[in-house]
């Protein structure tokens, strides 16, 4: 099935099974394989992209779902060489270890501050409730969100 | 690596084309709505339609409103519409208590409340809630449009009253005054299917006495998600700590927990009975009893 794409800004066309899973298309169709493969469960949220302005986990929907539609994935936080308060704060805090959770992490952190720009540390811990960081590096990863919070409007 | 078996794809532009396409190709085709339980089922090969009937685009299935004495809600409402809806809230707290502990924040921006009524997996959070406020089903045929009570939509695990070529479009849920409602679920981590829940709904008159009762049980082996004997002895009651308790231990002695690596069943058991006496608790707080009692404040 033909689809198109906007991906972080550009637009892709390709030629898809129904059966292609949004992660695998992102992955292996179009090599940006910042966005992560972990459970395959539906579980970990290392894979979470978003569609339209909406995080997904991106194992549990097919490309086709997407066709016509806008994705952003970790590799579109920055704005050119200028990094998001997200991937400053995640730098600043320690905010990754091995760094396999970290580009889901970073999808749903800027989600969040999107729609709440004050998060409290339960609002955050909500948020990533979904996901799993296997470095058990929560604590660091809550701080970072909130330092990025506290640095949003920062030049 | 999972990957669901070959299979067509189809956009379903309104409900009647969805139901064309469903007709055009035959049982083996499946609605496809936030897919958060289909796809999964589809990677393991549990699943394995030859076809999937996209309805993702029919906007006008997505809506929460109040008509004629009734909480509608579209089907194609997704867990976290529901979950921030001050009009659903309002009218039925167990609905927002209820959201706030199925999956996560990103599954609840994908999964449906159709999906997951029609998934109709034991362990479904939603199917307890709506057979606690005694809702009713509308599902859409070639035929034109009928009604099915919550408690008699479900057959089975994993089977619903739903056709071949059906697709259910909205729950409504009556709106009665002296109402007060209420879910609570427990579960091994956040995110998780419950390992119990029970949902609660009091109607309590002027003077205080129990007019109705609804109870829903989760993951706990009711028929129909309904501790339906736990009811029958509310009604004509006061509400009360004692009544509460022994409800609970008649929807305990009634229901069917099934052991499972979620917990044996004498923990469920337990947690039915538990449960549904905290749920009816809270409830009846909100129907407006017992002000300052303290009973069930502690309780979530
Ligand atoms: C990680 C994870 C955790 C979860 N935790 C919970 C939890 O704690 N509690 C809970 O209750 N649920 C939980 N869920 C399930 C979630 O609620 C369901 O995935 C979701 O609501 C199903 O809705 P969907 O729109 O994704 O349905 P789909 O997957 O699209 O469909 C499910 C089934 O329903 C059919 N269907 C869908 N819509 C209709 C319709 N309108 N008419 C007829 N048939 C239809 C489909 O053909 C399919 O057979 C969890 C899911 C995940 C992935
Ligand atoms: S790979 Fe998608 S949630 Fe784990
Ligand atoms: S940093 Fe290793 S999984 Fe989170």
Excluded at chain 2, 237 to 257: L, S, T, V
């Amino acid at each position: 099935m033909k689809i198109t794409m906007y991906v972080n800004g550009s637009e892709h066309a390709r030629d898809v099974e129904p059966r292609m899973l949004l992660i695998h298309f992102i992955r292996d169709e179009l090599g940006l394989t910042g966005s992560h493969w972990g459970c395959d469960t539906s579980n970990c949220g290392a894979c979470v992209m978003w569609l339209d302005e909406v995080p997904v986990k991106s194992c549990t929907v097919l490309a086709v779902m997407a066709d016509g539609r806008r994705v952003t994935t970790v590799e579109g936080l920055a704005r050119g060489t200028r990094l998001d308060p997200v991937q400053q704060g995640f730098t600043a805090c320690h905010g990754l270890q091995c760094g396999f959770c970290t580009p889901g992490m970073m999808m749903t952190a800027r989600w969040l501050l999107d729609h709440n720009p004050a998060p409290t540390e339960t609002d955050v811990r909500e948020a990533i409730s979904g996901q799993v960081c296997r470095c058990t590096g929560y604590q660091n990863i809550v701080k970072s969100v909130l330092w990025a919070a506290a640095h949003e409007g920062d030049a | 690596m999972q990957v669901p078996a070959q299979v067509e794809y189809e956009k379903a532009s309104s409900v009647s084309h969805a139901l064309s396409l469903l007709a055009r190709y035959g049982p083996e085709a499946r609605i496809l709505a936030g897919g958060h339980s289909l796809i999964p089922m589809m990677k393991l090969r549990l699943a394995q339609p030859e076809v999937l009937v996209d309805v993702n685009g029919l906007a006008d299935l997505r809506f929460i409103r109040v008509a004629g004495g009734e909480l509608r809600i579209g089907t194609l409402t997704t867990h976290a519409q529901l979950l921030d809806s001050a009009l659903a809230a309002g009218h039925f707290a167990i609905l927002r208590d209820a959201e706030r502990v199925i999956a996560d924040p990103i599954v609840r921006e994908w999964g449906t409340v159709g999906g997951s009524l029609c998934q109709a997996d034991p362990s479904e959070d939603l199917s307890a809630a709506f057979a606690a406020l005694k809702g009713t089903m509308i599902i859409a045929g070639p035929g034109g449009k009928r009604e099915v009570s919550a408690r008699e939509f479900h057959t089975g695990p994993y089977e619903t009253v739903v056709g071949p070529v059906e697709m259910l479009t909205e729950v409504r849920l009556p709106v009665k005054a002296g109402a007060g409602t209420a879910y609570v679920k427990v579960s091994r981590r956040a995110g998780d299917w419950p390992v119990g829940a029970a949902g609660a709904a009091l109607w309590l008159d002027r003077a205080g006495v129990i007019t109705d009762a609804g109870i829903g049980l989760t993951a706990l082996g009711a028929q129909h998600f309904v501790a339906a004997e736990a009811e029958d002895y509310l009604r004509g009651r006061r509400p009360g700590p004692e009544a509460f308790a022994e409800a609970g231990a008649i929807a305990a002695a009634n229901c069917r927990p099934a052991a499972d690596q979620r917990g044996p069943e004498d923990y469920k058991r337990h947690l039915a009975g538990e449960l549904t006496r905290r749920a009816l608790a809270v409830a009846a707080r909100r129907a407006g009893w017992g002000e300052g009692t303290g009973l069930g404040e502690r309780t979530p």
